[in-house]
């Protein structure tokens, strides 16, 4: 049987004390102020910098931990912890992936010539078609892979002729743009400004963290407080969908009077992760005229461009010249568009993601000029990223984009389930866009304590929504699972939610008083039977409404005096002792031995040699009065 726990509020294993926990068994991630203490130590020669130890701890990484510790608890479960947390695919890359992959490591493995020489660092230069797997590429990328996105972008998203450079994933694609944008000091002597909107993919924050430290961007690993401090504008949402308002105010207070403004970046994910939401076309138009105003770059992340669902972004009917795109991008100077082959291709591991910038207006433009600018952080970082995972890639993109459609469309039956076991929180958001959903939990439920609790005792993982800057939210992932098992991790996730999540009033009663009044309980009725004291002792423990073997209020009385009439010398004994299953529920197995007629009769609520696992579950009042007696399978939903 699931562990079940007493009450929500009891929880002893603090989700906020987790790292400290986790560093005292695993020493992976110290605790902030531990680092600082390190790095200021005036013995310790060898420092680091405030910048990575004022950054976010990456939570992935440290959900990971938790899982593990767990991991013990849940071991013979058939099933094990199921992790609703990170935001990968249940699916495989395409087929076509891994044949580019095998001819190209059987075309090196047996080269058809062999001057590999001769194709050099440049391979696209010196004659051959780079595919020399041992050696570096172009900075920019794989020259075929090229080729096939410009043409992805101009067909599939409405970008012509844009410069491409593929990176190491879509989060290297976004450090390129920090590193080439934002300025310790403006023209204006000013730190340079990111926007982010609440709540935030923590790996854009920790990028801008990791250039700026918490000076700058407000955020500390301590704290998690990555708000509106200098560097790091963390603007507002309304149900996800992020305040324009607000960002024309901040644009206008961050303004230069000789031009230029202290805000040099916003970035908006789309569709949005944590969110889950798929922004429409009318709302992308208008940030980015509002950016254009104002002069100011809008990195736009489309790691999830194959998941809005509902065709959110599609150009109004009046376009038809533009209604063809698949996921419309904005072809402006300002714009940069990020792209990633980790979620709608399945391809995580291989590490490939691509940023296009605009080439409108020739070498004067600012897109062609940053994306020269770019080269020199791309250089720097990762030189090229790894040519046999650009081959993979471009392997890939012949799948096409209906066969990555097909794989989203496996994700309806384990979306609608999530929704239904999220369903009873007050707010929920997301859905129709990227895999993700997010609930509110109610008022006072600390969202990590609760769940690292969803974890220990119901063997599901949720990210906290504290790790995107949204305390009192969770973040669930349905795209993780095959829809099988999301059926079978959201059921969880629902008996979770609805138990800990119970009113605060109802979790009064300690464990030791529902013992006791189990075992009252259990005595009043022997005592009754035995003729000892009247049955006025059981109702006596019953509330005006109670609900005893479906037996409501008034008919109690009358239909239990019956059943004790036929059943002459009843007598219940418990099997084991009670255990309290929830806040002021508790239940227990019991025998039960009576004559009828002059024959004995013993029904046991555990047989062995039957299919039988019941237990009596009682529930309690907060003034200990019984609400509701059932008999039940022991595992049965509360
Ligand atoms: C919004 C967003 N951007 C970027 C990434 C990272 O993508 P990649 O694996 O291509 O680096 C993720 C991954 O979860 C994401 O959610």
């Known amino acids: 049987m699931i562990l079940l726990v007493s009450s929500a509020i009891k929880f002893t294993k603090s989700f906020a004390t987790f790292p400290t926990h986790i560093t005292r068994q695993s020493r992976a991630v110290p605790s902030y102020a531990?680092?600082?203490?390190?790095?200021?130590?005036s013995n310790n020669k060898l420092p680091i910098s405030s910048r990575t130890l004022q950054t976010l701890d990456p939570c992935v990484i440290l959900m990971k931990q938790i899982i593990s510790q767990h991991a013990d608890k849940w071991k013979d479960d058939p099933q094990g912890?199921?992790?609703?947390?990170?935001?990968?695919?249940?699916?495989?890359?395409?087929?076509?992936?891994?044949?580019?992959?095998?001819?190209?490591?059987?075309?090196?493995?047996?080269?058809?010539?062999?001057?590999?020489?001769?194709?050099?660092?440049?391979?696209?230069?010196?004659?051959?078609?780079?595919?020399?797997?041992?050696?570096?590429?172009p900075d920019e990328g794989y020259p075929p892979l090229l080729e096939a996105l410009k043409t992805k972008l101009q067909t599939e998203n409405g970008l012509h002729n844009?410069?491409?450079?593929?990176?190491?994933?879509?989060?290297?694609?976004?450090?390129?743009?920090?590193?080439?944008?934002?300025?310790?000091q403006d023209e204006q002597g000013n730190i340079s400004k990111c926007v982010v909107f609440e709540p935030y993919y923590f790996n854009h924050v920790m990028a801008v963290q990791s250039v700026r430290g918490g000076q700058g961007c407000g955020g500390t690993a301590a704290t998690l407080d990555a708000k509106n401090v200098e560097?790091?504008?963390?603007?507002?949402?309304?149900?996800?969908?992020?305040?324009?308002?607000?960002?024309?105010?901040?644009?206008?207070?961050?303004?230069?009077?000789?031009g230029g403004n202290a805000i040099r970046m916003v970035t908006l994910v789309n569709p949005g992760n944590p969110t889950g939401l798929s922004l429409p076309y009318s709302f992308l138009k208008d940030i980015t005229e509002l950016t254009k105003e104002y002069g100011v770059w809008?990195?736009?992340?489309?790691?999830?461009?194959?998941?809005?669902?509902?065709?959110?972004?599609?150009?109004?009917?009046?376009?038809?010249?533009?209604?063809?795109?698949?996921?419309?991008?904005?072809d402006e100077e300002h714009v940069i568009n990020i792209f990633s082959f980790s979620k709608g291709y399945a391809m995580a591991g291989f590490r490939v993601g691509y940023v296009a910038l605009s080439s409108k207006n020739g070498s004067n433009g600012r897109g062609t000029q940053t994306y020269q600018e770019m080269l020199k952080v791309q250089d720097t970082i990762a030189?090229?990223?790894?040519?046999?995972?650009?081959?993979?890639?471009?392997?890939?993109?012949?799948?096409?984009?209906?066969?990555?459609?097909?794989?989203?469309?496996?994700?309806?039956?384990?979306?609608?389930?999530?929704l239904d076991a999220i369903s009873s929180l007050g707010e929920v958001i997301g859905g129709n866009g990227a895999m993700y959903v997010m609930g509110k939990l109610p008022n006072g439920i600390d969202d990590k304590e609760f769940a690292s609790s969803l974890i220990e005792h119901y063997g599901v993982a949720v990210i906290p929504g504290s790790f995107c800057g949204l305390p009192g939210w969770i973040r669930v992932c349905y795209s993780n699972l095959p829809p099988d098992q999301c059926k079978i991790a959201a059921a969880r996730l629902k008996k979770g939610i609805d138990e800990l999540t119970m009113s605060p009033k109802k979790q009064s009663l300690s464990d030791d008083k529902l013992i006791?009044?189990?075992?009252?309980?259990?005595?009043?009725?022997?005592?009754?039977?035995?003729?000892?004291?009247?049955?006025?002792s059981v109702f006596d423990l019953c509330s005006s409404s109670v609900d005893l073997y479906g037996l409501k209020g008034e008919e109690v009385r009358p239909g239990f005096i019956s059943f004790f009439e036929k059943h002459e010398g009843l007598y219940h004994e418990l099997i084991d002792e009670p255990s309290v299953v929830s806040s002021n529920i508790v239940q227990y197995p019991f025998t039960k031995q009576w004559r009828v007629d002059g024959e004995d009769k013993v029904w046991k609520s555990i047989d062995t040699s039957k299919p039988r696992d019941k237990v009596e579950r009682l529930y309690f009042d907060n003034n200990g009065k019984l609400e509701k007696v059932t008999v039940v399978e022991k595992d049965a939903p509360l």
């Not at 844009?162 to 934002?182: E, R």
């Not at 790091?232 to 009077?257: A, S």
């Not at 992340?301 to 904005?330: A, G, I, W």
């Open 34 to 41: 531990t680092r600082m203490m390190m790095s200021s130590n």
């Open 81 to 137: 912890i199921f992790s609703l947390a990170q935001g990968v695919v249940h699916w495989k890359p395409p087929p076509t992936a891994y044949e580019a992959l095998s001819a190209a490591i059987q075309e090196n493995i047996t080269p058809q010539n062999d001057d590999s020489v001769k194709f050099g660092m440049d391979g696209a230069n010196s004659g051959g078609d780079g595919s020399i797997i041992h050696t570096y590429c």
């Open 162 to 184: 844009p410069h491409v450079m593929v990176t190491s994933g879509a989060n290297q694609a976004f450090v390129n743009c920090v590193l080439t944008l934002l300025d310790e």
């Open 231 to 258: 560097g790091l504008l963390v603007g507002p949402t309304n149900q996800g969908i992020p305040d324009l308002h607000w960002l024309r105010t901040q644009l206008e207070q961050n303004k230069y009077n000789e």
């Open 298 to 330: 809008l990195v736009m992340d489309n790691t999830y461009e194959h998941f809005d669902v509902d065709r959110m972004n599609t150009l109004p009917s009046d376009n038809d010249q533009q209604k063809k795109f698949d996921y419309p991008c904005f």
């Open 383 to 418: 030189i090229c990223t790894s040519r046999i995972s650009q081959m993979a890639a471009l392997g890939a993109l012949q799948a096409g984009r209906e066969w990555v459609y097909d794989q989203v469309k496996s994700l309806d039956v384990g979306r609608e389930a999530i």
């Open 516 to 536: 006791n009044l189990a075992k009252d309980f259990i005595q009043f009725k022997n005592d009754a039977c035995m003729g000892d004291s009247s049955l006025d």
